[in-house]
């Protein structure tokens, strides 16, 4: 898969920091640029949870590894796990460190030989002080309690001298990402149903976040953080800067502007308030970059179209023009009629008033309506011919002007992640 790690910013004195993200090659982790408006420094089938509610978020060590329920390694459990942590078993890096694949037996979790027991992925944290230490503590605060099918298991950790690690499944498929973006014999374009379903798991996830069993915020939506299994299940990752929901009578939580630009609410961005409603713009955001085939922020694009979500708007509210952001390599493998109801799911969720946005259970309806209708998938038998001659037509010259654009980028790298957040 390359290199494509992207520039990291950490700052925020809670808990609640960033945990650095990282792309893993076929699974784990994913990365994007952070910004903190603070500081804004650089560095390199059902739903359970382990109780009735998430407590509000520990303050001390202690009680925070005490409540978690996963394994605590030992540094040399993971040095054997992972052949002595041996650069051929290296994933992926990051500002954070590095992320290796490792063996153990699936019951015991005692470290095997490559090739028997399950498939791990651990994170190593660079010894960097105790900014580096909030971060891993954030992680297993959450993963630590929270479980369901569209969260990435962590499996354990190690906190040893100055060692933090963190020990996750494996996500044989890697991130969404890199199936939307990246070239490659690999990295085949995903099918509609495929982006249909991915999209569904996905807001299944958050939607569980947002319930009264978690009441977390996410805040770091993206196709970077949405990792698949080999059934294409969609988990979402990286919960370093995740905070608790707003309690009692409060409409809102107030932190500093962290995220990724091009995801982030405007609200948001604004005043530094967050609510549950600014992970539904961010998934917007995700389903119109499944749609599209276009990244949230690409500098690579002519002049008018750097920006996704302001270059899609207009085309969004005019189901007549709904095919000049569809994606071309999606073909026909969808009907006019399925793609404006995923487009107008889209649109509702990217609405500039947080108050007309949908909550993620209305999003998890409406995403499991669209895949039980009937016109979700292109029919050429019972679609109408004129419509799906006309389609076709536009899809065509969309589709040769997209060639014709990639030749006159070609040679240029669109880069892995989103600019960071500018104040």
Partial sequence: MGNCWGAQVKAESSSHSVFASVHIIF????ANSRYSKRDGKLSGSSSRVSAASVPPTPRSEGEILQASNVKSFTFNELKNATRNFRPDSVLGEGGFGSVFKGWI?????????????????????????????????????YLGQLSHPNLVKLIGYCLEDEQRLLVYEFMPRGSLENHLFR?????????????MKV???????????????AKVIYRDFKTSNVLLDSNYNAKLSDFGLAKDGPTGDKSHVSTRVMGTFGY???????????????????????????????????????????????????????KKKIFRILDTRLGGQYSLGGAQKAAALALQCLSIDSKYRLNMDEVVSALEQLQDAKDTGRNPHTERKGSSQNVGSNLHRYRRRSLEEAGSRKGAHARSSASPLYA
């Avoid at 005692?110 to 580096?132: C, D, M, R, S, Y």
């Avoid at 539904?280 to 990244?295: A, D, I, N, T």
């Fill in 199 to 213: 999209a569904l798991g996905a807001a299944k996830g958050l939607a569980f976040l947002h319930s009264d069993k």
């Fill in 183 to 195: 070239r490659g014999s690999y990295f085949q374009p995903l099918s509609w149903n495929l982006r």
């Fill in 105 to 141: 037996d699936e019951h015991s979790l005692a470290a095997t030989k490559p090739g028997t027991g399950i498939v791990i992925a651990v994170k190593k944290l660079n010894q960097e002080g105790f900014q580096g230490h909030r971060e891993w503590l954030t992680e297993v605060n």
């Fill in 264 to 318: 982030a609410a405007p609200e948001y961005l604004a005043t530094g308030h967050l609510t549950a409603k600014s992970d539904v713009y961010s998934f917007g955001v995700v389903l119109l970059e499944m749609l599209s085939g276009r990244r949230a922020v690409d500098k690579n694009r002519p002049a008018g179209e750097h920006n996704l979500v302001e270059w899609a708007r207009p085309y969004l509210s005019n």
């Fill in 27 to 30: 699974g784990c982790i994913g």
